[in-house]
């Protein structure tokens, strides 16, 4: 071991300011908002891949119901947004048409989709996130990996939630333009930093819908996956509750699993 | 041999195979078996121009689907169609779309077996798309196709994916009867084809292709040996007062492009092809775009534009196609509401003539498990030049109920 010198104290002197402590160094709302969306994100790194089957049930403002049944499986890229394959069972007439998404952390994703009576595979456009993922109220900006770098954050406030204490912070697309949303408040708890509630504002500020996120259970003693997740549209008076079940880590997924080939024999 | 009892082969081929499987399927995971039941009419808003055509027709089909997974990498599929036309003799028909044995792991797949390919990047026209024939009487926009016998071997890489077919049997396109609505003034007679190649259907078709993505960029790029999907229509005289077309099938070469791409909100494709082999070599394209206003008047509807054009090299009259020199533009309305409310509406136009074929096709499920589709064409001022003119007077409504378990 090199005896303390000189110089490496002059270092650590020189590093101490981009290590903040929060109770010397004042932190601005919008570095709070930013360290709680990467401390998230960081809780939830080294997953590897999941499946997972997901019933989907959309409901009208009548309270009349309809389900469909997907299968997921998701891969995590090093350094880029996951890669995800999303496969429809029901209804019957889209059983087996399939997504495949490349999240990507800065610009667009890029994602395909396989239409089965014509086994086609067809490019699809995610410019625009703001359109409905299979007429429920999830867009596909909703539905689509979470990378940090998509949004900026502002810290709001911390507060007791479901009786447990949370932070609440504000989020803003980047990519303003092509996102439905003019911002988001999250509450993410602070013991585990998991999502609890989201709430979504339009274009216009007004309030769009509310997203609860229910049923947390741990996975490999580390990473956090909901039961639960419902969306419900304040303008329009529908909901829609996605019922996670069967999740499955690090079962030896690849990248070939998610490319055009592996997509034409998805059942 | 007839097209015909070629299917009883594949029947009894496929039966055989099945019955194989379930004997061996000790350690199976997983067996589906899907049914689709569909009832279609047709109405006809005019009377045909041919004699023995009628106003309407009505029609049921089967397709019963059958999925295997023997062990992990290695599948059976099955799909099999039959239909029960009531007008249209040749209409009624059944078919193997499918019958496959598929083997993968990570560096390769292999399929064997009766399947179906499909190539190509635009909406309106398929040019690139020649794996599989035509089963014309099903559908008008030809995307409807017959099973057809391969050994298919995949190899993807990073840098994408390289293809090789061996088709080993051709499949004859159907063509509607004297009776059928919906074709050519003197009804092709498919029991008198005519092959360029001295093997007929027996001709051993061949080949490759490469798939890529790069960046925002979706290429493929083929090669194909073999029997041209795509009959010449020539003139037959069965007897000196019934006249009729036989289908003649060359040997062609064909290289073939297809392109999609994303650029921003748009959405670009492309095709074109470049064939030898008949009287001459020639070329032909279609390519254009898409584009989707998402949320349209702040409802959750999806309006997408789209816009193509078709030009083929023999558009100087050698061998008239419908699509020449045409323009296509469309509407897509999704209402993305629970019932998945889809309206399509399509509009062929042919520049120099002006012959436009008007289509709109409206889609929904009812319930869980039913789906009812509205199609409707209309054939305006067609002319008599056109290769479509046989179409003029066969406007058409068509409803069709199709139940799912």
Redesign the interface.
């Given at each position: 071991m090199k005896p303390f010198s000189l110089k490496t104290f002059t270092c650590y002197c020189l590093l101490l300011p981009f290590f903040p402590i929060p109770s010397v160094i004042a932190e601005t709302p919008e570095e709070k908002g930013l360290a709680i969306a990467m401390e998230s994100d960081r809780r939830d790194e080294g997953f590897g891949d999941y499946t997972a089957n997901m019933t989907m049930i959309?409901k009208?403002k009548h309270g009349?119901e309809?389900?469909r049944s997907i299968r997921n499986k998701t891969l995590e890229v090093k350094g880029d947004g996951d890669k995800s394959l999303s496969v429809f069972d029901?209804?019957?007439?889209?059983?087996g048409t399939a997504f495949l998404t490349f999240s990507h952390k800065v610009g667009?994703d890029?994602q395909?989709l396989y239409l089965p009576a014509?086994?086609?595979?067809?490019?699809?456009?995610?410019?625009?996130k703001?359109?409905?993922f299979m007429?429920s109220e999830f867009s596909y900006e909703d539905i689509a990996s979470q990378e940090v770098e998509k949004y900026t954050y502002k810290f709001i406030r911390e507060e007791e939630f479901q009786g447990q204490p949370v932070y609440v912070s504000e989020s803003y697309p980047v990519d303003a333009k092509?996102s439905?949303y003019s911002k988001r408040i999250s509450w993410v708890d602070k013991a585990e930093y998991r999502l609890l509630k989201v709430e979504f504002y339009d274009r216009k500020k007004s309030l769009l819908k509310t997203l609860t996120v229910d049923g947390y259970h741990q996975y490999l003693n580390k990473y956090w996956r909901a039961d639960s997740m419902s969306i419900v549209n304040h303008q329009?008076g529908k909901s829609t509750t996605l019922l996670w079940k069967d999740y499955s880590f690090q079962t030896g997924l690849?990248?070939?699993d998610f490319?055009?080939?592996?997509l034409k024999?998805v059942? | 041999m007839s097209d015909n009892t070629i299917f009883q082969k594949y029947l009894l081929t496929g039966g055989i195979c099945l019955c194989f499987l379930f004997l061996f399927n000790c350690n199976s995971s997983?067996f589906?078996a899907?049914t689709e039941l569909s009832v279609q009419g047709f109405l006809f808003l005019e009377n045909g121009a041919w004699p023995h055509q009628e106003s309407y027709s009505a029609s049921t089909a089967v397709d019963l689907e059958i999925?295997h997974?023997i062990l992990n990498n290695f599948?059976f599929s099955m799909e099999a169609f039959y239909r029960i036309d009531s007008l249209d003799k040749e209409r009624t028909h059944g078919d193997i779309r499918v019958a496959e044995l598929?083997y993968?792991n990570?560096n390769l797949?292999i399929m064997l077996g009766v399947g179906?390919?499909?190539w190509?990047a635009t909406e309106f026209v398929h040019l690139v798309d020649i794996i599989n024939q035509t089963d014309q009487v099903e559908e008008l926009d030809g995307?409807e196709k017959l099973g057809q016998p391969m050994i298919h071997l995949?190899v993807?890489r990073?840098w994408g994916?390289v293809e090789a077919f061996v088709l080993p049997w051709f499949r004859e396109r159907t063509f509607p009867g004297e009776n059928g609505r919906l074709r050519t003034p003197l009804p092709v007679d498919t029991d008198r084809a005519v092959y360029e190649s001295g093997a007929e259907q027996s001709h051993i078709d061949l080949a490759f292709r490469y798939?890529t993505?790069m960046g925002?960029t979706?290429l493929g790029l083929y090669y194909f040996n073999g029997t041209a999907r795509d009959p010449v229509l020539l003139l037959s005289q069965n007897s000196p007062s019934n006249l009729s077309l036989s289908p003649f099938y060359e040997q062609i070469g064909q290289t073939g492009l297809d392109l999609?791409?994303?650029a921003?909100?748009?959405?670009f494709k492309g095709e074109a092809y470049y064939r030898t082999g008949q009287s001459r070599s020639y070329g032909a394209t279609t390519f254009g775009f898409?584009y989707?206003l998402?949320?349209i008047a702040e409802t959750?509807m999806?309006l997408g534009i789209l816009g193509e054009y078709v030009y083929d090299d023999r558009d100087d009259g050698w061998l008239p196609t419908i699509y020449e020199n045409d323009i296509m533009c469309g509407l897509r309305l999704a209402v993305?509401?629970?019932?998945?409310l889809n309206i399509l509406l399509g509009v062929i136009r042919d520049i120099h003539s002006g012959s436009t074929i008007m289509a709109i096709e409206a889609s929904r499920?009812l319930g869980?498990?039913i789906?009812l589709n509205l199609d409707a064409s209309f054939f305006i001022n067609m002319d008599s030049h056109d290769p479509a003119f046989g179409l003029a007077r066969d406007d058409f409504i068509k409803l069709e109920i199709?139940w799912?378990?």
């Amino acid at each position: 071991m090199k005896p303390f010198s000189l110089k490496t104290f002059t270092c650590y002197c020189l590093l101490l300011p981009f290590f903040p402590i929060p109770s010397v160094i004042a932190e601005t709302p919008e570095e709070k908002g930013l360290a709680i969306a990467m401390e998230s994100d960081r809780r939830d790194e080294g997953f590897g891949d999941y499946t997972a089957n997901m019933t989907m049930i959309l409901k009208n403002k009548h309270g009349k119901e309809s389900k469909r049944s997907i299968r997921n499986k998701t891969l995590e890229v090093k350094g880029d947004g996951d890669k995800s394959l999303s496969v429809f069972d029901t209804p019957r007439d889209v059983k087996g048409t399939a997504f495949l998404t490349f999240s990507h952390k800065v610009g667009d994703d890029e994602q395909w989709l396989y239409l089965p009576a014509l086994k086609r595979v067809k490019r699809i456009n995610s410019r625009n996130k703001s359109g409905s993922f299979m007429g429920s109220e999830f867009s596909y900006e909703d539905i689509a990996s979470q990378e940090v770098e998509k949004y900026t954050y502002k810290f709001i406030r911390e507060e007791e939630f479901q009786g447990q204490p949370v932070y609440v912070s504000e989020s803003y697309p980047v990519d303003a333009k092509n996102s439905g949303y003019s911002k988001r408040i999250s509450w993410v708890d602070k013991a585990e930093y998991r999502l609890l509630k989201v709430e979504f504002y339009d274009r216009k500020k007004s309030l769009l819908k509310t997203l609860t996120v229910d049923g947390y259970h741990q996975y490999l003693n580390k990473y956090w996956r909901a039961d639960s997740m419902s969306i419900v549209n304040h303008q329009t008076g529908k909901s829609t509750t996605l019922l996670w079940k069967d999740y499955s880590f690090q079962t030896g997924l690849s990248d070939k699993d998610f490319n055009s080939t592996s997509l034409k024999r998805v059942r | 041999m007839s097209d015909n009892t070629i299917f009883q082969k594949y029947l009894l081929t496929g039966g055989i195979c099945l019955c194989f499987l379930f004997l061996f399927n000790c350690n199976s995971s997983a067996f589906e078996a899907d049914t689709e039941l569909s009832v279609q009419g047709f109405l006809f808003l005019e009377n045909g121009a041919w004699p023995h055509q009628e106003s309407y027709s009505a029609s049921t089909a089967v397709d019963l689907e059958i999925y295997h997974e023997i062990l992990n990498n290695f599948h059976f599929s099955m799909e099999a169609f039959y239909r029960i036309d009531s007008l249209d003799k040749e209409r009624t028909h059944g078919d193997i779309r499918v019958a496959e044995l598929l083997y993968f792991n990570d560096n390769l797949e292999i399929m064997l077996g009766v399947g179906r390919v499909f190539w190509g990047a635009t909406e309106f026209v398929h040019l690139v798309d020649i794996i599989n024939q035509t089963d014309q009487v099903e559908e008008l926009d030809g995307e409807e196709k017959l099973g057809q016998p391969m050994i298919h071997l995949t190899v993807p890489r990073n840098w994408g994916a390289v293809e090789a077919f061996v088709l080993p049997w051709f499949r004859e396109r159907t063509f509607p009867g004297e009776n059928g609505r919906l074709r050519t003034p003197l009804p092709v007679d498919t029991d008198r084809a005519v092959y360029e190649s001295g093997a007929e259907q027996s001709h051993i078709d061949l080949a490759f292709r490469y798939t890529t993505t790069m960046g925002n960029t979706d290429l493929g790029l083929y090669y194909f040996n073999g029997t041209a999907r795509d009959p010449v229509l020539l003139l037959s005289q069965n007897s000196p007062s019934n006249l009729s077309l036989s289908p003649f099938y060359e040997q062609i070469g064909q290289t073939g492009l297809d392109l999609q791409m994303t650029a921003g909100e748009w959405l670009f494709k492309g095709e074109a092809y470049y064939r030898t082999g008949q009287s001459r070599s020639y070329g032909a394209t279609t390519f254009g775009f898409e584009y989707t206003l998402v949320g349209i008047a702040e409802t959750m509807m999806d309006l997408g534009i789209l816009g193509e054009y078709v030009y083929d090299d023999r558009d100087d009259g050698w061998l008239p196609t419908i699509y020449e020199n045409d323009i296509m533009c469309g509407l897509r309305l999704a209402v993305n509401d629970m019932d998945d409310l889809n309206i399509l509406l399509g509009v062929i136009r042919d520049i120099h003539s002006g012959s436009t074929i008007m289509a709109i096709e409206a889609s929904r499920r009812l319930g869980e498990a039913i789906r009812l589709n509205l199609d409707a064409s209309f054939f305006i001022n067609m002319d008599s030049h056109d290769p479509a003119f046989g179409l003029a007077r066969d406007d058409f409504i068509k409803l069709e109920i199709v139940w799912y378990w």
